[in-house]
């Protein structure tokens, strides 16, 4: 079946421009994450939605960025004003529900680079 | 917080040799605890996982033990293969969290 998919694979932007990240999880998974993967790290937590609403936000850096889950399903991770810090692989996963028993699986990722 | 401390790369090793990448954790309480793989060019995959003490997760010959009393979960491969060039992150999950906290991944390449 289809994995999660996330749309750009790659996004080029100029610093203080807005940004969109949108991310289409396995069909009916209710938890979606995402996190941020800079250069030779791992994975960092930035929010998580269980259906609708975003049940965890504490990994976002700053009040710039932002993400949504109107519907339960598609998710869109905002950027405002960019900055050259924000580049970086964006990356979401879904599982079937949440808490540690359930696996998580992950996109491809959106390599955002910000000039 | 919580964190995981991986074996720093990168690892280069011959075809068939033995493999171990460390693992250490510090978390709240018991968490669970997992590999994820990622090959060149593709995204993050489940490599195994395990949920409470001395569980073992397994999966494509490699195998990884759940050390309540070290805070470890060690990530081992009898006889590597090529194909098993990759980076491999360790994570977890704790309390009521419900998102990984992952390590900061160690890059295999092994050679024919």
């Known amino acids: 079946g289809a994995g999660v998919s996330q749309t750009p694979s790659n996004k080029v932007t100029e610093k203080g421009k807005y940004v969109e990240l949108r991310c289409d999880p396995i069909?009916?998974?209710?938890?979606l994450y995402w996190y941020r993967q800079s250069l030779g790290q791992g994975p960092e937590f930035l929010i998580y939605?269980?259906?609708?609403?975003?049940?965890?936000d504490s990994g976002l850096p700053n009040d710039r960025f932002f993400a949504v889950r109107p519907e339960g399903s598609v998710s869109t991770l905002k950027i405002q004003r960019t900055e050259r810090g924000d580049s970086a692989v964006y990356l979401c996963?879904?599982?079937?529900?949440?808490?540690?028993?359930?696996?998580?699986?992950f996109g491809p990722g959106t390599r955002l680079t910000v000039l | 917080g919580d964190s995981v401390t991986q074996m720093e790369g990168p690892v280069t090793l011959s075809e068939e040799a033995f493999l171990t990448i460390n693992c250490t954790y510090t978390a709240t309480g018991y968490p669970s605890l997992f590999w994820y793989v990622q090959y060149p060019g593709e995204g993050l995959q489940l490599l195994l996982k395990a949920t409470k003490a001395d569980d073992k997760g397994s999966n494509k010959g490699f195998e990884a033990t759940y050390r309540k009393e070290t805070t470890s979960f060690h990530l081992e491969k009898g006889s590597v293969q090529v194909s098993d060039s990759a980076v491999y992150f360790c994570?977890?999950?704790?309390?009521?969290?419900?998102?990984?906290?992952f390590g900061s991944g160690t890059q295999l390449t092994v050679l024919p």
């Open positions: 994570a977890l999950i704790s309390g009521s969290a419900r998102q990984l906290t």
């Open positions: 069909s009916g998974h209710t938890a």
């Open positions: 939605f269980q259906g609708t609403g975003a049940a965890d």
């Open positions: 996963a879904s599982s079937v529900t949440s808490g540690g028993a359930s696996t998580q699986y």
